[in-house]
């Protein structure tokens, strides 16, 4: 284990012995950090914070401290983050509270530069949060999902996979999985075409994808209607499904 001699470590602290920790930094009660992990200077990891194998904590980042929810009534909750997460400068990562009980982020993920991660929220894997993005509580990002830097997001939206919401934008409703979104006011600009292409979605796949999306943004119908006429003219595709089963779910409603 290499720590240096400035950082202070609680001594319940479940570390790795090849984890690298920087001067100044804190490790609270509580806290996990699997193998390979490396975290910088001036990080404060808190009480309930469990980090996964070969991940990077840059400096000045605070993993794990308390919900700012005025309902935390002090109960023992959870922030986990995946292997081969980084998480850069200054970004901000709050346990969760007994709504769910902890914060998840996945595997694979990069949260840039201040960016903040509120109590209750999960993120799927191959997240990414450009700087300044901020989630509000209960916020649930789907795999691969990109949101853009200094881009808010509302409290309980869900946004899909494989989507990308464009900087500065305030996301108050559900962004569609495969969705290219932004705009005053917001709204799915079509489909997430070269991200899908980059994560090798075939050219099939693409088109049924262009047809659904068609229907849904690009048509009179209202989002009712849309799906029925999806349901009766295409392909059910497994990433079709998903976006009729996310529709379905969706609490607060589509961007349109």
Known sequence: MNIHPTAIIH?????????????????????????GTEIGSHVLIDSGAIIGENCKIHHGAVLGTLPQDLKFGGEKTLLTIGDNTVIREYATLNRGTKYREKTVV?????IMIYAHVAHDCLLGDHVILANSANLAGHVEIGDYAIIGGVV?????????????VGGGFRVQKDVCPFALVGGYPLKTMGLNIIGLKRRGFPEKTIEILKQTFKLLFRSNL???????????ELEIIPEVKTILDFIAKSERGIIK
């Open 11 to 35: 001594k319940n602290a479940r570390i790795s012995g090849d984890v690298r920790i920087g001067p100044y930094t804190i490790i609270n009660d509580e806290v996990e950090i699997g193998p």
């Open 106 to 110: 996945g595997n694979d993920c990069f």
């Open 152 to 164: 808010p997001v509302h409290q309980f939206v869900k946004i899909g996979a494989h989507s990308i």
């Open 222 to 232: 209202n989002t009712s209607q849309a799906v029925e006429r999806i349901k009766s």
